[in-house]
């Protein structure tokens, strides 16, 4: 059983300026439609997948068929930190293969393979310096649930004490560059690290993560892709390749 898990709470206008302010992503105006696309992107390929929302005490969420909706006392002032906790809490009562992942993700392919592997978490990466891991998808492994923790627990303490002025975005990415600075990320495969005794396997963001070039447009087709994320100024064109690639199936993979 694989379950797919995303977080999402509403933001003041002002919690969307000081957002604005550290990055160029364009306001998302249908939250609720990205979520359900996004799970239906992971159903398409994982039949049986479990479906979750995290969230705070307020949100307000219309009916989402066959989801789970988990709340925790959080600070809407600061999301990307209360993702962050959410996710840790949520990993410590864990009990199956878990994906973590953003909204504004589809998922083009079966990912079931990944958990072949023998890891605590897994993550994506590009040959970049300023976040050479993206945090939009990672991967906790059901059978080392205690291994996933432990690297949750680190990650937070890390984004708590060395970039809590950073907690309303960008913070926890500060921080997973900071917690593998001597790994070479000048590659482009699959590769494992070991991190003080927590086994994490990096996968390569141009199959794992896909995004295309900042000042590219994200409207071609990528049938070799197992996940597109259309960050940013991409996020326009996430619907139009759901109707136009994967909807249309009637194949499912278990």
């Not at 604005?20 to 049986?48: G, L």
């Not at 680190?154 to 002025?165: A, E, I």
Request: proline content about 4%.
């Amino acid at each position: 059983m694989i379950t797919f898990v995303t977080f999402y709470i509403d933001v003041t206008a002002r919690t969307m300026d000081n957002i604005h302010r550290r990055t160029s992503t364009i306001t998302v105006t249908e939250p609720q439609k990205y979520i359900r696309t996004m799970f239906a992107s992971a159903r398409r390929f994982h039949r049986e997948c479990r479906q979750v929302i995290l969230s705070d005490r307020g949100t307000i969420f219309p009916p989402h068929r066959d989801t789970v909706i988990i709340r925790y006392d959080l600070d809407a002032q600061n999301p990307m930190m209360s993702r962050s906790i959410a996710w840790l809490r949520y990993i410590e009562g864990a009990e199956d293969h878990t994906i973590f992942l953003d909204s504004d993700i589809l998922i083009n392919g079966d990912l079931s393979r990944v958990f072949d592997y023998d890891f605590d978490v897994s993550l994506t990466y590009r040959d970049e310096d300023k976040w050479p891991i993206n945090a939009g998808i990672n991967f906790a492994h059901g059978r080392r649930i205690d291994g996933a923790a432990r690297f949750h627990r680190r990650w937070l303490r890390r984004f708590q004490v060395r970039h809590d002025d950073s907690s309303v975005w960008g913070g926890d990415q500060d921080a997973l560059r900071e917690m593998f600075s001597t790994v070479d990320f000048a590659r482009d495969d699959f590769f494992f690290h070991d991190l003080d005794g927590i086994k994490v396997l990096f996968l390569p963001c141009s199959i794992y993560n896909f995004s295309t070039s900042m000042n590219c447009e994200m409207d071609g087709h990528y049938p070799e892709k197992k996940v597109l994320h259309f960050k940013g100024r991409r996020k326009p064109h996430l619907f139009p390749y759901w109707r136009t690639y994967i909807k249309p199936g009637e194949t499912e993979k278990g």
